[in-house]
Structure formats: C-alpha cells, structure tokens
C-alpha cells in the first residue's frame, strides 16, 4: 500500500538529536585517531556477558568501530529522509501521516544517537589498556546499550497505540 508522501520539518528536539549524533559520530573518530598511536598491537575485539575481553586481535582492527558506525550513521540519515517507506504499527492516512512520520523520525534520530554513544563506550574501554586502564566493560555497559535502544522504541510504540 502507498502511505503519503509529506515533508517533515525538524523540531528543536530533532535537531538537537542530530546535532548530539553527529557530535558522538566525530568525537569517536577522534578518540580513535587520538589513542591509536599508544595503543598495543593486540587488542581486544570482543567482550563476553560480563564484561571481560575473550577474543583478541590486531590494533587496526579499531578503525573497524569507527568506520561501521559511520556506515550505520550514513544509513539512518538517508533512511530517515523518506519515513513513507518505513513499516508501522498502525495504517497510515492522510490524516495521521504527520504525527506518525515525526515520532519515527525522532525515533530513528534516538537510535542514531544511542547507537553512536554505544560505539563511543566500546572504543574507550577497549583503549583504557593503553593508558593503564583495566581491561574490561563495566556491569552497567550492556544494560545501558539495552536501555539506549529499548528504551525509545517502546517509547515509540506506546505513542503509536495513543
């Protein structure tokens, strides 16, 4: 089925959504260019439930994090420009397109967000060795990052139902 097709302006919260995504996506690049130098030549490239690395690898395996959070980030931005292609939890109608196109744009900005600030959080501590730091995710990485992304898509749902 063909939903409408309208333009959505940005609200103030939109564009400091972005602005906050663009601002992690630039700062991880720059915690990455910043730490390779001091960083070992083995690092570690995964972390199990509890936080301690169990898999190893060599250090320019750090560009990966940033260059795929990038792509993520490239992904969401143009996907974002047409939320009339987007799946949605009710039938969209003239009538509700705006209200409905909006909170999915916001909440892909959200998931923009929280997924640039997941990425931030893997980069620093797989660095932390280098600068002495223990080598290990804290407990509350993983129930942050469920948080980060959990949180606004039911957010999301619960407005698409009100």
């Not at 995710?137 to 898509?153: E, H, I, M, R, T």
């Amino acid at each position: 089925m063909d939903q409408p097709k309208i333009d959505i302006a940005p609200t103030a919260l939109d564009r400091v959504l972005e602005v906050a995504a663009w601002t992690a996506l630039i700062c991880l690049w720059g915690l990455v260019l910043g730490s390779y130098s001091h960083l070992p030549e083995i690092i570690p490239v995964h972390f199990n439930f509890y936080g301690k690395a169990d898999s190893y690898g060599p250090r320019n395996f750090i560009w990966m994090l940033p260059g795929l959070a990038t792509l993520l980030f490239a992904l969401m931005t143009i996907l974002n420009r047409h939320p009339h292609r987007f799946n949605y939890l009710v039938r969209i109608t003239p009538e509700n397109a705006l209200r409905h196109y909006g909170h999915a744009v916001r909440l892909m900005r959200y998931l923009k967000l929280a997924i640039m600030l997941i990425f931030g959080l893997i980069v620093v501590f797989v660095t932390f060795p280098a600068v002495g730091a223990p080598l290990r995710l804290p407990s509350w990485g993983l129930p942050l990052s469920l948080a980060l992304v959990f949180g606004p898509v039911l957010t999301y749902v619960l407005r698409s139902f009100s």
